[in-house]
């Protein structure tokens, strides 16, 4: 461990002397990797550098246009009796590196990676985060170690990092965790699975069907953009194949996948044996029916339906044979005419339907979130994902969860800080005022409420220790280390 | 129709028969299933049109009209209307027309008045839209019918996307034209300011479409010859809307009036918020109820049928049997129907839960047939008991305690000349000419869609004349005014009335005729405060306070309902009930916003409405039917 921080000192120096230049870019990188790896074995290491490197370069070109450097930012604990919890500022999305010290190696667990593509990090794209943790993660030895990857949900906000598995085919990785319905094997996570990607695909064919037919009857720009917008949220939901071909087939070290929590309870407290020192509470999603229920889009079928009628409906449905058309000019009833205002209300009534499913599929997929809890000496870390009501409700009713749930010494706010992925319920009565938190987001004009500012106050007013990774205040409060568009980090005492 | 000879002129039948499928068209491939249902007789123009419904046959998607039925016709007059059929947009409008008619006879029969829709006649749309839905809008004063095609994987006995029409579904036409007439009687039922509000209005339009299954008497002998006499066991009566289940892909009918283990749950109505889901709590309880009642109605019958074993034998049943089995059947489920809809008069005007609806049906029923007779009303109480719904501030399930209060030594309603008056031309409205009353309806237009009258707002913006039940006098508003102030701290309403005025939303005589022959007539008037400074904190609904108040003709009071606003100057309980709500009010918008993922997605416009919209009865929850 000595070893590794006096060169991760070196390191930061060497990334101060490297050029920026593009054609350099490629070169520092192995040089700061190897650099990194000190007098150790630098031979072997920086073999495995220049592999890595290459294997980035050559990844990278398909994907087309200039590399930016990536500088590693090491992930070194101040000492033993810390932990460190670094947010990575993806944009709209979520990625979380936590580093357990150890005497031997540092244990890392990466929880998500991954932005929502209408809202990235101004600077950088999400491979660029992602290349950079790889980076971050790479050991003295030139390898890239990740001891536990943690995939919260399938949500392209928290995976979409995993996309291109090139960036991550070098990359060690002991276990990767999943929630349950994840599991290939299991026929109940299987059919919610289908039922939340086949209505997104459902939807969107939907929505290009409806935005052709506007385009080309000239509807108003406002219509469009509001389709266009509901699609964006709806991307969110598609299967996010490659990612989670990524987290399910990738990385290298042939890690052992887990799909959680488990069906037993008494297994859903565990001290995994690649995490030394960890006690891990896995809190969601429940298996119980009524959490299920929160999964399936809900009335899932009825929906599924609509849109599917919708999507096959590109020509127009005239119920009945022509003879029985009269157009409104010719109808000669006066005393049945619909007055102007009434023709249009009775146009708009079946529309605006996508909305409503879009966000029933978004809270759908993320009531599958992994809410897990990692106990590490004194130090209580609560990942809850986009944990929606019904996990959240369970939790907070449940006898072991509760007493742990109001231990907690860190937070990641749920859901880049919407109002409904954090119960008032937590942070009034259950949440002491020792605690930091840190919010994953970026403010955008459409999506006004996210972040809740009533929620940001109401954890401000209990710890000063709340971030955003997005930095809208002028200074983070103290014990909060920030590297501008990249992350913002703290320790917690253990 | 040429010249006619005064002395031979038929005077027009009372009724008009005309054919409907029984369920849908689903069902209805079964012959048996195509019916006739008769209705009152009224002068019809095409549409069709009549005194409180008219029929436009406008579709949305299409931007054309279908060319509307003309039911005087002679040639569909003498085959009691247009036979069933899919294809033929001229029998929708005569189904619709026809069932629409039937709820509203119901509706006149138990409420022993005429109901006219105040802002013109209600509008029927058969085939406004594209979607698998149907609603009624406010602002329309309209039933919306929606048209789809049936599910392509999975659409039941249907042809994989085949076109279902909600408009030839029973269930579905007695459902939306339920929730106009609930709104017609208690405009504040569209403000969510409690998870049972909304409840209310989808369980109780449910009760409405369930029970009128039974006036099928064909029907009705046929499922009791294949049930036994089990009224319970799943089959078309007590489900509702088979044909929409199937062709959403659902396996089955949308709704049943039965739980699916045929076993009350308490929990139900503790956790279940979604409307639907939560007003079929309330179905079930007053599906029970009747069942209960209509089992010990035939106990004897079949004790007499089986030689007083009570034990039926194997085989089919005797068919005079059935025929008497279904004649208690129709009558009781009547008898439930008239007592679930009578007891809309003993309702408080805003914020009801399904505990008020429980008083409501207990007083209603005791003013009419005290010693209950046939256990109905205890078997009401215990079913809403076992389902977990109690009723605010009640101290026992007692009968007497359940009865809504009786204010003592309460300054009774003068009754002047012109209220005399008011009273003898309602007891004339039933027997005067319809042409007289199709003049007077002719002259209210219809109202114009406003987009300002949409979702939210709508409350506040309705015009003063719609406030009233009946085209009241100056006078009479005035003094009902002026009564409610003198008196309102002990009617629960808060008697800072210069801050919080006191409206009159409706003033009406009720006439009903007792089970031993007297003529009750009661005065049913209601009142409503507003705290509109506080709506932002419900997302967009007011804090309402309102009080029903029912008065025998003398002008004694006999009963008060209240939903008192929070008000430090009240004696007793009422300062308790108004903390209660408000606690309750708060705790529900709290309770909605943590489960609406929407809200993060939302405008600022509409998060500050949240609540209001909820209710709004259109296209935001589609694809449940509203």
């Given amino acids: 461990m000595s070893t590794n921080e006096t060169s991760a000192a070196k390191a930061t120096t060497a990334n101060k002397t490297t050029p920026n230049s593009a054609s350099f870019k490629m070169s520092a990188a192995k040089k700061s990797a190897a650099k990194k790896s000190g007098s150790k074995k630098s031979g072997a290491k920086k073999t495995g550098a220049k592999k890595t490197g290459a294997k980035k370069g050559g990844s990278k070109k398909p994907s087309g246009g200039a590399k930016p450097p990536v500088t590693p930012h090491p992930l070194k604990v101040s000492d033993r009796k810390h932990v460190k919890i670094r947010m990575y500022n993806v944009g709209f999305g979520d990625a979380f590196l936590l580093v357990v010290p150890h005497k031997e190696r540092d244990r890392k667990v990466l929880v998500d990676c991954g932005v929502h593509s209408s809202g990235p990090n101004v600077k950088h794209s999400i491979s660029e985060m992602a290349r950079q943790i790889v980076a971050d993660v790479t050991e003295t030895d030139g390898v890239p170690r990740i001891d536990v990857v943690i995939c919260t949900h399938r949500h392209q906000d928290h995976v979409s990092g995993f996309r291109d598995s090139s960036i991550w085919e070098t990359v060690e990785v002991a276990e990767v965790w999943m929630p349950w319905t994840e599991d290939p094997k299991d026929p109940e996570a299987r059919r919610i699975r289908e039922t939340q990607s086949k209505t997104a695909k459902h939807l969107t064919a939907a929505l290009s069907a409806k935005q052709k037919r506007l385009g080309a009857s000239g509807a108003n720009a406002r219509q469009l953009a509001a389709l266009a917008e509901i699609k964006e949220l709806v991307d969110n939901s598609l299967t996010n194949a490659e990612a989670m071909f990524t987290l399910h087939e990738g990385f290298t070290g042939d890690p052992r996948r887990r799909y959680l929590p488990y069906k037993t309870h008494s297994r859903n407290s565990f001290k995994p044996r690649v995490l030394p020192g960890v006690t891990v509470h896995l809190m969601g999603p429940s298996r119980d029916f009524e959490v299920i229920r929160d999964m399936d889009p809900p009335k899932g079928k009825s929906y599924l339906r609509l849109m599917d009628a919708a999507a096959a409906t590109d020509e127009q449905h005239t119920p009945f044979h022509s003879n029985w058309w009269i157009k409104i000019s010719e109808f000669n009833f006066p005393e049945l005419r619909l007055a102007p205002a009434d023709v249009e209300r009775i146009k708009d009534v079946g529309e605006g339907q996508e909305l409503a499913v879009a966000v029933a599929l978004e809270k759908a997929v993320n009531g599958t979130s992994l809410m897990i809890m990692f106990q590490i000496g004194k130090a209580y870390l609560l990942f809850p994902g986009d944990a929606q009501w019904g996990t959240w409700n369970a939790a907070l009713n449940h006898p072991d969860w509760r007493p742990l749930l109001e231990r907690t010494t860190f937070y990641k706010i749920g859901h880049h800080g919407s109002h409904n992925a954090t119960p008032v319920e937590f942070v009034e009565e259950v949440l002491g005022k020792d605690f930091s938190a840190m919010a994953s987001t970026r403010h955008m004009a459409k999506w006004k409420f996210i972040p809740k500012t009533e929620l940001m106050e109401a954890l401000r007013k209990k710890s000063k220790s709340v971030v955003r990774s997005d930095k809208p205040d002028p200074t983070d409060p103290p014990g909060f280390k920030r590297e501008p568009d990249l992350f913002v980090e703290t320790e917690l005492k253990i | ?626």
């Fill in chain 2, 1 to 626: 129709m040429a010249k006619k000879n005064l002395n031979y002129v038929q005077p027009p039948p009372a009724r008009r028969p005309l054919k409907i499928y029984a369920f849908d068209p689903m069902l209805g491939r079964t012959p048996e299933n195509r019916i006739t249902i008769d209705i009152p007789n009224e002068r019809l123009a095409p549409g069709p049109q009549g005194e409180r419904v008219e029929v436009i046959d406008f579709d949305g998607a299409n931007q054309f009209y279908y060319p509307p039925v003309n039911l005087e016709d002679p040639a569909i007059l003498m085959q009691n209307g247009l036979e069933p059929t899919e294809s033929d947009p001229r029998f929708h409008q005569q189904m619709v027309y026809a069932v629409a008619m039937k709820v509203i006879e119901n509706f006149d029969i138990a409420l022993g008045r005429r109901i006219n829709f105040t802002r013109g006649r209600l509008r029927l749309f058969p085939h406004a839209f594209q979607g698998a839905n149907a609603f009624y809008d406010r602002s329309l004063l309209g039933v919306l019918f929606g048209y789809f095609r049936a599910d392509k994987i999975d659409p039941g006995p249907n042809l994989p996307g085949q076109t279902v029409f909600t408009c030839l579904s029973h269930d579905i036409i007695a459902h939306e034209v339920t929730h106009a007439l609930v709104d017609r009687l208690r405009r504040f039922f569209m403000e969510p300011s409690n998870h049972d509000v909304s409840a209310f209005h989808e369980g109780f339009s449910d009760i409405v479409a369930i029970f009128q299954h039974f006036s099928f008497p064909a029907i009705l002998r046929r499922v009791i010859q294949e049930t036994r006499g089990d009224l319970r066991s799943p089959t078309e009566m007590i489900n509702l809307a088979c044909e929409f289940g199937y062709a959403t892909g659902a396996g089955q009918a949308l709704r049943s009036a039965v739980e699916p283990d045929a076993k009350p749950d308490p929990k139900l109505y503790q956790t279940i918020t979604e409307p639907h889901e939560r007003g079929a709590i309330l179905v079930a309880a007053v599906f029970d109820a009747f069942f209960t009642t209509y089992q010990r109605r035939i106990q004897d019958l079949i004790r007499i049928a089986t030689g007083g074993t009570g034990r039926l034998p194997e085989g089919d049943l005797h068919p005079d049997l059935v025929n008497r089995i279904a004649a208690e059947a129709t009558r009781t489920s009547q008898t439930v129907l008239t007592m679930c809809i009578r007891a809309f008069d003993y309702l408080p005007p805003v914020d009801v839960t399904f505990g008020d609806y429980l008083r409501a049906l207990v007083t209603a029923d005791f003013e009419l047939n005290p010693t209950d007779d046939y256990g109905l009303r205890a078997a009401m109480i215990e079913s809403f008991r076992s389902r977990g719904i109690y009723a605010d501030n009640v101290s026992s399930l007692a009968e007497d305690s359940l009865l809504l209060t009786r204010p003592h030594g309460l300054e009774p309603i003068h009754i002047e000349r012109n209220l005399a008056m008011l009273l003898m031309e309602k007891t004339q409205e039933f027997s005067r000419a319809p042409s007289a009353l199709r003049k007077e309806a002719a002259m209210k237009k219809s109202p114009t869609f406003k987009p300002s009258a949409q979702v939210g707002g709508f409350a506040e913006a309705a015009p003063a004349e719609e406030a009233f039940e009946i085209g009241l006098g100056g006078a009479i508003s005035g003094m009902l005014t002026g009564y409610a102030r003198r008196n309102a701290a002990d009617l629960g309403l808060n008697p800072n009335t210069t801050k919080y005025p006191v409206r009159v939303l409706g003033f009406h005589p009720v006439f009903r005729i007792s089970p031993r022959g007297q003529l009750l007539v009661e005065l049913v008037a209601q009142f409503s405060q507003r705290d509109g400074e506080r709506r932002d904190e419900f997302g967009g609904v007011s804090l309402r306070g309102g009080t029903t108040l029912v008065a025998a003709a003398d002008g004694t009071v006999r009963y008060v309902a209240a939903k008192p606003l929070p008000s430090k100057d009240y004696k007793g309980p009422w300062k308790r009930e108004a903390e209660l709500r408000e606690r309750r009010q708060t705790g529900f918008v709290r309770e909605c916003d943590r489960n609406d993922a929407a809200l993060a997605w939302t405008s600022e416009g509409n998060y500050k409405r949240r609540i209001a919209a909820s209710m709004n009865f259109s296209a935001i929850h589609s694809g449940v039917l509203r």
